[in-house]
């Protein structure tokens, strides 16, 4: 069965006592056993049961019952958003004295969870150019535990060979982590590309039009715990499904950054549609490249399936005709931009990626605001730089409000 109709036919776990179509909205906090050994036995996990909406609950658990069958993954766990789903990835993984190799072509966000909040728990990130497969072998010593990159990074629009980069990782006997956020499931197949941890915002395609924040953390069981310095012990007792435990048992419950019941069904209703509106994005952000590559007023267009793209070979390889439904475009200025931006009518001045709507924002203002301007250089985000993330309206009506912003520009 294809990706469709997986997600409308993956079974509850029980069936609803009413015969819902639909996996009903467990909106509850706690559930009530018939006595005190029932209840000892499900804490204990001796006997499967939801006893607390933080630690499982039945709608989350059928959101994440259809990742696992649409990815035939080992294991899937759903977060409170995109970050939480990183985080407790990482607070999982590595200890203080570990450290991660990665980009600094990240999300803004991302960047300063890897820069900041994790530096002060002793976890070290090496940025070297995930390009250049020279730079990332350099980069490996022996308290390296992973490799981690996206797909297609935000707002870099950077594509790494993904396939390249697991070779690199199964022979040092790392782990390869991949937010997928911008190329997920249905666009890129993390299993195939040797992807042993993948993460991603389930904000963005899946929430079927941001209608919801959260996350998502798939183990395809592929690594080797006993390599781990962190979970060696546990790979003992749980072999394959030592972080899945860790993370399930330990992690997630500590921290509590857990989806709730109303958020995973309509995150379970976005994925019904996922396919259809993925494709429509994915094929709009196409046409309208190739039209501005073509608009005397833009100065530079980066989209990895341009054949102008440096990356659309690799794009095409790994993720096929659709590569994604993120542009950027370089106007002269900052002050171009945002004439830009201000007299768009269609196209929404907001942040978010991957809604039914076509969102706009200046990255280096917003999402990377944080930063100096020294700084910003050294991330590669340009202040005359404008993300646009593409929806699934007419391909026509978005070039013609494009255009007509656009030409207010003297």
């Given at each position: 069965?294809?990706?469709t109709?997986r ?20 909106d ?8 005190a ?6 804490f ?41 789903a990183?985080?407790?990835t ?9 450290n991660?190799?990665?980009t600094?072509?990240?999300f ?40 981690f990159l996206?797909?297609i ?8 060979d ?38 991603i ?24 715990w ?9 790979a ?12 399930r ?7 509590g ?27 709009n952000?196409?046409?309208?490249a ?37 542009i950027?475009?370089d ?22 990626l991957?809604?039914?709507k ?11 605001c ?19 993330a593409?929806?699934i309206e ?13 030409n207010?520009?003297?």
């Amino acid at each position: 069965m294809d990706f469709t109709t997986r997600v409308l036919n993956t079974p509850y776990n029980k069936s609803d006592i009413h015969g819902a179509l639909r996996m009903p909205v467990y909106d509850t906090a706690a559930f009530e056993y018939p006595d005190a050994e029932s209840l000892e036995a499900a804490f204990l996990n001796r006997k499967p049961g939801h006893v607390y909406s933080r630690l499982t609950n039945p709608t989350v658990e059928h959101l994440e019952n259809i990742i696992k069958e649409v990815t035939g993954a080992l294991g899937v766990i759903s977060f409170s958003s995109g970050m939480a789903a990183i985080s407790n990835t990482f607070f999982a993984l590595v200890q203080p004295g570990d450290n991660i190799i990665t980009t600094k072509h990240l999300f803004g966000n991302t960047y300063s969870l890897f820069h900041k909040t994790l530096k002060s728990f002793g976890i070290k990130f090496r940025f070297a150019d995930l390009t250049d497969l020279t730079s990332v072998k350099g980069a490996i010593d022996k308290h390296t535990r992973a490799i981690f990159l996206e797909t297609i990074t935000n707002p870099m629009l950077e594509v790494a060979d993904a396939g390249a980069l697991s070779e690199i990782a199964r022979e040092n006997k790392i782990l390869l982590i991949a937010d997928t956020t911008l190329t997920p499931l249905y666009l890129f197949d993390s299993k195939k590309h040797h992807v042993d941890i993948e993460i991603i915002s389930g904000t963005k395609y899946i929430s079927g039009g941001g209608t919801s924040t959260g996350g998502i953390v798939i183990d395809y069981g592929t690594y080797d715990w006993s390599h781990s310095e962190k979970l060696s012990n546990d790979a003992k007792k749980y072999g394959h499904f030592t972080f899945i435990a860790k993370l399930r048992k330990e992690v997630h419950r500590n921290l509590g950054a857990c989806l709730s019941p109303h958020n995973a069904y309509l995150q379970t209703l976005g994925l019904e549609t996922f396919a259809l509106r993925a494709e429509r994005s994915c094929a709009n952000s196409l046409e309208i490249a190739e039209w501005l590559e073509k608009h005397p007023k833009v100065g530079k267009v980066n989209y990895p399936g341009l054949k102008s793209s440096a990356y659309y070979n690799i794009s095409q390889k790994q993720f096929g005709k659709y590569a994604g439904a993120i542009i950027t475009l370089d106007l002269a200025s900052k002050e171009e931009c945002f004439l830009f931006l201000n007299n768009l009518k269609i196209i929404r001045r907001a942040t978010n990626l991957n809604d039914n709507k076509t969102l706009a924002l200046h990255p280096a203002s917003t999402i990377f605001c944080e930063y100096t301007p020294e700084e910003l250089v050294q991330l590669g985000v340009s202040e005359n730089t404008i993300r646009m993330a593409i929806g699934i309206e007419s391909a026509r009506d978005l070039i013609d409000d494009i255009n007509q912003a656009l030409n207010k520009i003297d």
